[in-house]
């Protein structure tokens, strides 16, 4: 099995993972993915014992209650010293203060805890994400992804700020609770003991059944968020093809879906509610009945069976407090699960351990070294064939071919978002797989044939990928793609905000600030994939122009369909079927009929026709 054929196995595993493939991944069934969220509270050490410190105070405070209450019925009210029942009361008053006091700062400190932890687990997870290769996102819908990053955090953040901390104070209040009992009557206690199986039995089991039904809900809103994301990036061609009551019926099915899973959820949590509470005060019930048997025989005094009973009080309501919490617990416990497969999902293409620097100054010199490539889903199809050639610094060379013959490819494997099955791709003599990644890729500056332009501003378009570039810079790098005018005209001029993927400009208006977004880089080799392909013919001159201009220096690759824009280029790679079938000047491979001057004749034909 070759490397790649291992990595596209890995891939797909994850991928499974994600799906929520249950004959691929075996489903955890315990709380296990929580507690590998510890990682993240640890950091704040300080914070996690103020709030361990509080919480077991709060709970100290409570559990002292009976004690003052069986001694103001024992003592204060039998007339030997009615002074003390004020005492007793003013202690009240104060333990009630500490009680307040303690449950405030176990509030600010577990909610701080929550929110800083969900904080930290969005930032990894997006950071992650931004590691991940070309392949994962092929597979995996956006809409998933995007699901898991807010939804399922949010998850997380509720059960880390609210849930957790009241399992953990209604545990404590259960133990402290139980040791009291203990002490007040050992023979009532032991009661209490017999019946917590039959209690604690039906909330174990329910629990598991809540975990795997919240683990479906969050998979089925999943696929319904997925479907919207891609519906609405895609809004302009759903609406012509009056595509807008398919799929609203699709997203109705979808979200329906998610409701039912949602509501079967819900129906378990209230049934495991419902049984917890009746067997829960029920066994409180028939252990007061027997205490008050003994008060009335004189072997327990009125005080301590109501000090047993306000403990078995703080039990019972402690352990319904859990029935309650355990529900949303387990429904975070599997978004924690769902996070965990995300960030389990290992990069396919990262910086070696050891990478080789490349040369200081750049040279801008490419090699590819009898380079054969399939992608990972598409074993069976080669992308390139035993591919050869080399790139001078500051030459220009076209790469022209029939569609899908892999001219795309030879950029994909230049910028390393893959690697090669055999041979070498080489940026200034360096073989790009023993490279630092962010330092190879700073090397390019690209233009792709779809310019992806984000919400920001035009400026921040512009220098995307750069820090404190100054305006007067970014403004040159527009003028010389010949974008100035037309953002002066914009409402806000570089302030202009674009909207999303900058639906505000037209095709060839984002065209242009993607090639001055290239421009601001000045990086030394620039690659240019249909950089031309959305201007019209005046502003393609215009911009060719341009281009004629800043290569100046550069080596610079172009991908080129229309092959009146490569006339000019110092050499042509014309690439057919994944294999390098010509190269040469324009007007060398118009003399020599082979590919290149079939493609020229039917294209310049059609072009004269028109």
Not at 6 to 33: M, Y
């Amino acid at each position: 099995m070759t490397a790649q054929d291992q990595e596209a196995g890995q891939t797909a595993s994850d991928i499974a993972a994600i799906a929520g493939d249950e004959e691929t991944v075996k489903k955890s069934r315990s709380l296990r993915p929580l507690l590998a969220l510890k990682r993240y509270v640890l950091r704040y050490k300080g914070i996690l014992l103020a709030a361990g410190v509080a919480l077991l105070l709060s709970a100290a405070a409570t559990l002292v209650l009976p004690i003052a209450v069986r001694r103001m019925i024992d003592i204060g009210f039998s007339g030997a010293d009615p002074v003390l029942i004020d005492e007793y009361f003013i202690t009240l008053v104060g333990v009630g203060l500490v009680l307040a006091i303690s449950s405030a700062a176990r509030f600010y400190y577990v909610n701080w805890l929550g929110e800083r932890v969900v904080t930290d687990i969005r930032a990894d997870v997006f950071s992650h994400l931004l590691s991940l290769s070309p392949q994962f996102y092929e597979l995996t819908h956006s809409g998933e992804v995007l699901s898991r990053l807010t939804g399922d955090t949010t998850q997380v953040k509720s059960a880390m700020s609210t849930s957790v901390s009241l399992a953990l104070r209604n545990i404590v209040m259960l133990l402290g609770a139980l040791v009291m009992m203990f002490v007040t009557s050992p023979k009532l206690s032991l009661l209490v003991l017999v019946a917590i199986p039959i209690i604690v039995l039906p909330l174990v089991a329910f629990g598991r059944s809540v975990r795997k039904l919240s683990r479906e809900a969050q998979d089925r809103l999943g696929q319904a968020s997925a479907y919207a994301n891609e519906s609405l990036g895609q809004v302009r061609v759903l609406q012509a093809f009056v595509h807008e009551d398919a799929a609203r019926e699709r997203f109705d099915r979808d979200v329906q879906s998610a409701f039912d899973a949602s509501l079967a959820r819900n129906r378990s949590r209230a049934v495991l509610t419902a049984v917890a509470i009746f067997l829960v005060f029920a066994s409180v019930v028939a252990i007061l009945w027997y205490g008050a048997q003994d008060v009335m025989t004189g072997q327990m005094s009125g005080g301590q069976l109501g000090q047993f009973v306000l403990y078995a009080v703080l039990a019972a309501a402690s352990l319904g407090q859990l029935s309650e919490v355990w529900g949303e617990v387990a429904q975070a416990s599997g978004a924690a699960e769902r996070l965990g497969e995300l960030l389990e999902v290992e990069p396919v293409i990262v910086s070696p351990a050891d990478p080789i620097p490349l040369p200081t100054p750049p040279k801008g010199e490419i090699g590819f070294d009898d380079v054969s490539f399939a992608y990972p889903l598409r074993r069976d199809a080669p992308a390139l064939h035993d591919i050869s050639f080399a790139i001078k610094p500051g030459e220009r060379v076209a790469i022209v071919g029939p569609s899908g013959a892999g001219k795309t490819t030879i950029f994909s494997l230049l910028l390393r978002f893959y690697d090669v099955d055999s041979g070498a791709v080489r940026v200034d003599g360096v073989d790009v797989a023993r490279a630092d990644l962010a330092d190879l890729r700073s090397r390019f500056a690209l233009v792709p044939q779809e310019p992806a332009l984000f919400s920001d501003s035009v400026a921040e378009n512009i220098a995307y990928g750069l820090e404190n570039v100054p305006q007067g810079e970014i403004e040159a790098a527009a003028k010389a793609a010949f974008a100035h005018d037309f953002i002066v005209a914009l409402p806000e001029g570089y302030d202009t905000k674009l909207g999303e993927n900058g639906l505000r400009l037209s095709a060839g208006q984002r065209q242009r600030i993607a090639i001055a977004r290239a421009l601001l880089r000045k990086a030394p080799i620039l690659l240019l994939d249909e950089a031309t392909s959305a201007l019209d013919s005046e502003s393609e001159i215009l911009v060719q122009r341009a281009f004629d201009k800043v290569m100046e220096g550069r080596t610079t690759l172009v991908i080129a369909h229309r092959l009146s824009t490569v006339v000019q280029a110092d050499r042509i790679l014309v690439i057919e079927d994944g294999r390098l079938v010509e190269q040469g000047t324009h007007q060398s491979l118009i003399s020599a009929g082979g590919t290149y001057a079939r493609l020229a004749e039917l294209q310049f034909a059609t072009d004269a026709a028109e």
